[in-house]
């Protein structure tokens, strides 16, 4: 399986702020990388995929970068609905893996 | 669009058999994977398998022994039967779509989306 981890694993940041979370898999996934986010209580929201495409209805402000085993995800302008957990996932080989998540949490 | 609902019970005695079902609406269950997803309390997402709706399945190595997934079209549901359970298998339990876009040379972009509520099982006696 490909393992997938993710930095920080929590992280404190206030309204307005650029915000960056880390990707990284064990191997090579080309561009096979996707973002979600999760709210508590909630199911996860697909928010980015092939590493950089955001799905029809992100904001703007969300955006993904990399290739290969490094990637990141980008929060511009950190907004209120924005705190929450996020999740990498591998869709390069089957079983599709996810990363262990990052809590974006309010400062 | 499309929404899933998964149903079930919620409490699932040791040693015995889990079993979800998912139900599709708003839109066809044919042409796409449908996804069974697990998610411990407080931690992070496994993927435990997926089937088309022809029938075929694919599941995670590490739970294969005791999964089976299977789908009914014309009731628009597909299933989980996890066996064997323990406390390890109480989980947030979500079904899924596997989405594609984005094809070239055969080989396409794939992810979850979207996802049913969840439903949280409790393995105990």
């Known amino acids: 399986d490909i393992q997938m981890t993710q930095s920080p694993s929590s992280l404190s940041a206030s309204v307005g702020d650029r915000v960056t979370i880390t990707c990284r898999a064990s191997?090579?996934?080309?561009?096979?990388l996707n973002w979600y986010q999760q709210k508590p209580g909630k199911a996860p929201k697909f928010l980015i995929y092939a590493a950089s495409s955001l799905q029809s209805g992100v904001p703007s402000r969300f955006s993904g970068s990399g290739s290969g085993t490094d990637f990141t995800l980008t929060i511009s302008r950190l907004q209120p609905e924005d705190f929450a957990t996020y999740y990498c996932?591998?869709?390069?080989?089957?079983?599709?893996?996810f990363g262990p998540g990052t809590k974006v949490d309010i400062k | 669009q499309v929404q899933l609902q998964e149903s079930g019970p919620g409490l699932v005695k040791p040693s015995e058999t889990l079993s979800l079902t998912c139900t599709v609406s708003?839109?066809?269950?044919?042409?796409?994977?449908w996804s069974w997803i697990r998610q411990p309390p407080g931690k992070g997402l496994e993927w435990i398998g997926h089937i088309f709706y022809t029938g075929n399945t694919n599941y995670n190595p590490s739970l294969k022994s005791r999964v089976i997934i299977s789908v009914d079209t014309s009731k628009q549901q597909f299933s989980l039967k996890l066996g064997s359970v323990t406390a390890a298998d109480t989980a947030v339990y979500y079904c899924?779509?596997?989405?594609?876009?984005?094809?070239?040379?055969?080989?396409?972009?794939?992810?979850?989306?979207?996802w049913g509520q969840g439903t949280l099982v409790t393995v105990s006696s």
């Open positions: 191997q090579s996934i080309y561009s096979y």
């Open positions: 708003g839109g066809s269950i044919s042409n796409y994977y």
């Open positions: 996932q591998q869709s390069y080989s089957t079983p599709p893996t």
């Open positions: 899924a779509r596997r989405d594609w876009g984005n094809c070239s040379d055969g080989s396409c972009y794939t992810w979850f989306d979207p």
